[in-house]
């Protein structure tokens, strides 16, 4: 597969390969140029509430190596990316997306914004610290009974308990890293999205603040043909297509 590959190539290449071949090298600015490629994903609110940990250092990766259970795609990876949800920082990213439509719009009375640049202010003023802010939970129980009551007379938005808005975080880093491991596909390199890990001390391994979470470790490098277990496997199409 050659680097101007197109995406279906790339889709078709991916794998998640268990073993690497150690004596292959791959360039830690290529990897790197995959991870600013991964940010480019679509994320909820354009909050992009991730952060991505390039490990080359020896040491780390055999912490790592630990941490994730010992198993092969990892003791073999050449450098891991570990995909961290930080939701901690909703605050600081939604005043980051208003300076930037500030800086686009140009600074104004709020009566001398368009009706379109309204809401986009507003949406990181208003909305986004509505949607994020809580207290022990209790808030987002509160909105979640705000919208179960109006969702009896029109359609209206409810996940906003705090366990929704992780999984909102979680699915955003999880189309960042898809992204990541189809931009690595396209440059020849494998990855291993990896499942069975200990995220507690990968969380003091990287010294990640309690607030944050793990949400994939995805060990790279070359694949050795032993790597990828046969063919690639899926459920037949027609049992899980549904056309309305």
């Known amino acids: ?5 197109s995406l279906i190539d ?12 150690a004596t292959k ?3 830690s600015e290529i990897v790197k140029k995959c991870i600013q490629q991964a940010t480019l994903a679509p994320n909820s609110s354009n909050m992009q509430l991730w952060e991505f940990h390039h490990i080359t250092s020896k040491d780390v990766l055999d912490k790592l190596a630990v941490a994730c259970l010992g198993q092969s795609a990892a003791t073999t990876a050449t450098e891991m990316v570990v995909v961290v949800v930080r939701k901690d920082l909703w605050k ?19 009566e001398e914004y368009s009706g379109r640049e309204k809401f986009a202010i507003n ?14 939970g209790l808030f987002g129980c ?24 992780r999984i909102v975080a979680h699915k955003s880093a999880g189309l960042a890293a898809q992204t990541f491991m189809l931009s690595m596909a396209a440059e020849n390199y494998d990855t291993c999205p990896m499942e069975g890990t200990d995220t507690l001390r ?5 010294n990640l603040p309690s607030k944050s979470e793990v949400n994939m470790v995805i060990s790279c490098g070359i694949r050795k043909p032993e790597g990828v277990y046969g063919e690639r496997f899926r459920i037949p199409f027609e049992s899980i297509y549904k056309r309305w």
């Open 25 to 27: 090298e791959i360039d």
């Open 10 to 21: 790339a889709i078709n290449y991916r794998r998640s390969v268990r073993v690497f071949d």
């Open 123 to 136: 949406y990181y003023r208003r909305i986004m610290p509505f949607v994020y802010r809580d207290f022990f």
């Open 202 to 206: 990968i969380k003091k391994i990287l």
């Open 92 to 110: 600081e990213r939604a005043k980051e997306n208003l300076t930037y439509l500030e800086k686009l719009f140009g600074k104004k009375s709020n």
């Open 142 to 165: 509160f909105k979640y009974l705000i919208s179960w009551l109006t969702g009896l007379f029109k359609p209206t938005y409810r996940q906003l308990r705090k366990s929704d808005m």
């Open 1 to 5: 597969m050659k680097n101007n590959t």
